[in-house]
């Protein structure tokens, strides 16, 4: 509509940046982007390659964040808030709801109480939580056999609909890249899941 | 006692048997005293000496005994209050038992280090008044306490490194214990935590900003200003030599800066980490007691709470919250093909026959609850029958969808045991002319008010006829 555009010239800029911000983007990656969120993950900066054996950058993560606002418009459309956190480093993609229902909150519950139950347990041991964000360090195969062991730690787990216990809790940080698997028996935190025990740390302090 | 030791032989004596003095200057500085009770210095004597041999203990009995001590001019005073006898020991006496102890050494605090500048700040006031003649003696006086000062400053400062440096090996022995036994860690790591913010607090900091060349003091010159206007004025009087010797002292101090900084960096780092272990340790102890709390309510006799209600903990720390899979959109199988349509229009047909018949739509009985009588149900059930005896239905792949689109929204009073009756009633007497086959793939209904979800083998209508023309997939 070469007309329209001469007759409404401001309009036509506004249009033409509308579509050039989806035009920056392949609807490839975009989707990727949208599958993972779509899986309940949280996008984090760096992710674990199995093959190399060590952290990498997050393809999603530099979409995302050089495309901010285009994806929170974008989300936002959809009907959710695409939240940033730049301290630790990740997306997550937040139902915008008001209603405050029980259901609303159980994924965030439970994904807290087993990293609470991790940070608990690593704190105790006289480590520094900050060696659970470390590839080299974080929780080993002696580590996991103590923390299955804790009658408490498991009676929580079950009551936070873990039947399976640490396993299944393991599992389920790690399908929402909150925890990564570098080895046999091996876990470490993602800058998520670390994020949120120096959150714990923070607000302690500072109550 | 009439046997009496020289002063120098009872020195030699002390220091042969240093222990007892110092643990006196340790009970004196625990005190913030300047004396040493009488009665304790004849306890830890005795007790001292208990373990010597015959000779030796009376010659250390003798020697320690207030009045050869007195008489040999190493008590200077001895002052009666409170009932008690307190001996002023020579302070150099002390002071090279301190030196010949680094523990003992006394740390620098902020009102020791500021009355050292206050003095040579004064000597200064003093120095700009002078007549700087030799044959004066209140100039010469005044040159020799200036050396005294600066000379005992920097040996003060000195002690000092020392004293930081044996302390700071002694917390890292500490701590090296502490992370060795982890169950006395927590008691460790309290005292040492006590410890070490004294010391950094008290002493360090305080010898740093006293030493450092660059500090704004508010009441006048720092050390390192008041020196170098001493060294200016002696220089402007041709006193070079005094000059000379203030401008190498003050460059020693500047040089303990160094040492001071880097157990100041030490303690620091030391400080951070240890505090910040504990803090963590802490908060997660914290948050840790609010989760067993809630653990707690899922305990009670109560045999419905089974699990954690979490919903106030999640959103308090607020991590995540709303993080949950997104459900992908449901395709609509729109589609082209003359079978398609067919489809569409087989069914609209069939809903159509359904409205034609509303007013003979049954209306079912609510279901109340458990406690309802089964007359009922069998009234309810018999109903649904007469419904499903004239109602129409197409071949499809799947019947329980097929027929809860019929039902659902339609009938009133419709629930999903009705589905299930309503099954069981097809599988047994098919349409006529049809025959149901029941497959091993499963698939879930649900129904929206209490999100209620029926999991259902999948069945398919078919046709008796083999040569079913119509395409199903689309159901």
Redesign the interface.
């Given at each position: 509509m070469p007309d329209f555009v001469e007759t409404r010239d401001t309009e036509s800029t506004l249009n033409e940046q509308g579509a050039t911000s989806f035009e920056q983007i392949l609807p490839a990656h975009s989707a990727a982007v949208y599958r993972e969120?779509?899986?309940?993950r949280?996008i984090v900066r760096d992710v674990w390659d199995n093959n190399r054996s060590e952290l990498r950058a997050n393809p999603l993560y530099n979409l995302l964040y050089n495309h901010l606002s285009h994806f929170r418009t974008f989300y936002e459309h959809l009907g959710?808030?695409l939240?940033f956190n730049e301290t630790g480093a990740f997306f997550?993609?937040?139902?915008?709801?008001d209603e405050?229902s029980?259901e609303?909150?159980?994924?965030?519950?439970?994904?807290?109480?087993v990293l609470?139950?991790i940070?608990?347990y690593?704190?105790?041991?006289?480590r520094?939580?900050d060696y659970l964000g470390r590839p080299e360090a974080g929780l080993n195969e002696q580590d996991l056999a103590n923390l299955g062991a804790d009658e408490?730690y498991q009676?929580?787990l079950r009551?936070?609909?873990f039947e399976r216990g640490l396993s299944e809790a393991l599992d389920y940080l790690e399908k929402?890249n909150l925890l990564f698997r570098s080895g046999a028996g091996r876990y470490f935190l993602s800058s998520?899941g670390i994020?949120?025990?120096n959150?714990?740390?923070q607000?302690?302090?500072q109550s | 006692m009439s046997k009496r030791f020289s002063t120098l032989d009872t020195t030699r004596l002390l220091f042969e048997h240093p222990k007892i003095l110092f643990r006196m200057i340790e009970r004196m500085d625990r005190n913030e005293a300047r004396f040493i009770r009488e009665s304790d210095l004849v306890a830890e004597v005795m007790d001292y000496t208990r373990g010597l041999g015959k000779a030796d203990r009376e010659r250390v009995r003798l020697a320690l005994n207030t009045d050869n001590l007195f008489r040999s001019g190493l008590i200077i005073d001895i002052i009666k209050a409170d009932g008690e006898r307190r001996l002023v020991f020579q302070d150099a006496l002390i002071n090279l038992m301190r030196a010949c102890n680094a523990s003992l050494y006394q740390e620098l605090t902020d009102a020791r280090l500021r009355g050292h500048l206050v003095t040579l700040r004064d000597v200064r006031n003093r120095l700009e008044t002078s007549s700087f003649s030799d044959a004066d003696p209140d100039y010469t006086e005044l040159r020799d306490d200036l050396n005294e000062r600066v000379s005992q400053l920097i040996g003060l400062l000195r002690q000092n490194v020392l004293r930081m440096q044996t302390i700071s090996a002694q917390l890292a022995d500490l701590s090296g214990d502490a992370?060795r036994a982890?169950e006395k860690?927590l008691e460790f790591r309290q005292n040492l935590f006590e410890q070490i913010v004294t010391l950094y607090e008290r002493h360090i900091k305080p010898t740093l900003v006293f030493l450092n060349p660059d500090t704004r003091l508010p009441d006048g010159s720092n050390l390192f200003e008041t020196l170098e206007a001493m060294v200016r004025l002696l220089e402007g009087h041709d006193d070079h030599s005094l000059a000379d010797q203030l401008f190498r002292s003050s460059i020693s101090l500047n040089a303990l800066y160094k040492p001071i900084q880097a157990v100041a960096q030490e303690v620091e780092h030391f400080l951070r980490?240890t505090r910040?272990?504990m803090?963590?340790?802490?908060?997660?102890?914290?948050?840790?007691g609010k989760?067993?709390t809630?653990?707690d309510d899922?305990e009670t006799l109560s045999l419905r709470r089974?699990?954690?209600?979490?919903?106030d903990?999640?959103?308090s720390?607020g991590?995540?919250?709303?993080?949950?899979?997104?459900?992908?959109p449901k395709h609509y199988a729109f589609g082209q093909s003359s079978s398609y349509y067919q489809l569409l229009f087989s069914e609209l047909e069939l809903r159509l026959s359904d409205l034609r018949r509303q007013s003979e739509v049954p209306v079912l009985q609510e279901v109340a609850g458990s406690g309802r009588e089964s007359r009922v149900d069998v009234q309810r059930i018999n109903q649904l029958y007469q419904w499903l005896e004239t109602l129409e239905l197409r071949p499809t792949a799947d019947l329980v969808r097929e027929l809860h689109g019929r039902l659902d929204g339609f009938i009133p009073g419709y629930r999903f045991a009705d589905l299930l009756a309503a099954l069981n009633r097809l599988v047994n007497s098919p349409p006529e002319g049809m025959q149901v086959t029941t497959t091993n793939r499963f698939r879930t209904l649900e129904q929206a008010p209490d999100c209620e979800q029926f999991v259902y083998r999948k069945r398919r209508l078919e046709t008796n006829t083999t040569d079913s023309e119509q395409e199903p997939d689309h159901a």
């Open positions: 969120f779509q899986a309940g949280v959710s808030d939240v997550f993609l937040k139902e915008s709801s405050e029980e609303h909150d159980e994924n965030a519950f439970r994904v807290q109480v609470l139950l940070g608990r690593f704190a105790r041991s006289g520094d939580l408490e009676d929580i009551a936070a609909r929402r998520a994020y949120f025990l959150q714990l740390v607000e302690y302090e | 992370s982890p860690y980490k910040r272990g803090a963590q340790y802490n908060a997660m102890e914290h948050f840790y989760l067993r809630l653990k899922t089974k699990w954690l209600e979490g919903g903990f999640a959103r720390t991590f995540l919250v709303g993080l949950r899979a997104q459900q992908r």
